[in-house]
């Protein structure tokens, strides 16, 4: 699959749904912490809770760091996609950077999601699945979602028809009797 064209990456707003997703996470980390620090003060075993709450809040705190901070940034940096006639290329990763070529030929459905943090930026992720996994375009525009996944409908529906015209997949009467015909001898067998 030789495919000459440049990348493209997710949307802008795809890092601010990455942290405010993120954010979430820490926001609930924070909360434990503090009601594990609340709840030390109506119990015996205080010191026990103290390191409970301490440890979430650091926990926290790292997890807002790499997560909030550092990962949407450098993932909005190396993501990227590019398709064409012969398929998909998805390059993504945050420790190890890889880059997934899809055929057309070997996708049998394709997803569009949003959460309701991304339909508030327009944003959709595109799933692809084949028999041998799933890959995804992340935190894309939505109409660009539905441009790319009509696109490939339509290349798969291409290379379903090999170049014939719908005419020749239509079944005629003549057709039709001999599919008939088929099925009423295996109806007999039984």
């Known amino acids: 699959m030789t495919m000459n ?8 707003e795809g890092v601010k749904v990455m942290r405010l997703a993120n954010a ?3 926001a609930i980390l924070v909360i434990i912490a503090l009601i594990t620090f609340i709840a ?9 809770l103290w390191w409970i709450s301490g440890g979430t809040l650091v926990l926290a705190i790292v997890y ?11 993932a909005y940096h190396v993501f990227g996609y590019q398709y064409a006639q012969e398929g998909i290329v998805v390059r993504e990763g945050f420790i190890f950077v ?5 055929p057309l030929f070997r996708i049998q459905n394709i997803d569009i999601e949003e959460g309701f943090i991304m339909r508030k930026y327009q944003l959709a ?16 525009d939505k109409q660009q979602a539905m441009k790319i996944k009509q696109f490939i409908q ?4 291409d ?15 003549l057709n039709y009797d001999k599919i008939k015909n088929v099925d009423s001898n295996n109806e007999e067998d039984m």
């Not at 992720?125 to 894309?140: C, H, P, Q, R, Y």
């Not at 290379?159 to 009467?173: M, Y």
């Open 5 to 12: 064209h440049r990348f493209h990456k997710m949307a802008p």
């Open 24 to 26: 979430i996470v820490v």
């Open 40 to 48: 030390s003060f109506f119990v015996t075993f205080k010191e026990a």
């Open 64 to 74: 807002a760091i790499i997560f909030v901070w550092l990962k949407p940034l450098y």
């Open 98 to 102: 890889q880059e997934t070529k899809v």
């Open 125 to 140: 992720t595109l799933t692809f699945s084949t028999a041998g996994g799933n890959t995804e375009i992340k935190l894309i």
């Open 154 to 157: 339509n290349g798969i529906l």
């Open 159 to 173: 290379d379903d028809t090999n170049g014939e015209s719908e005419e020749a997949t239509e079944i005629n009467e």
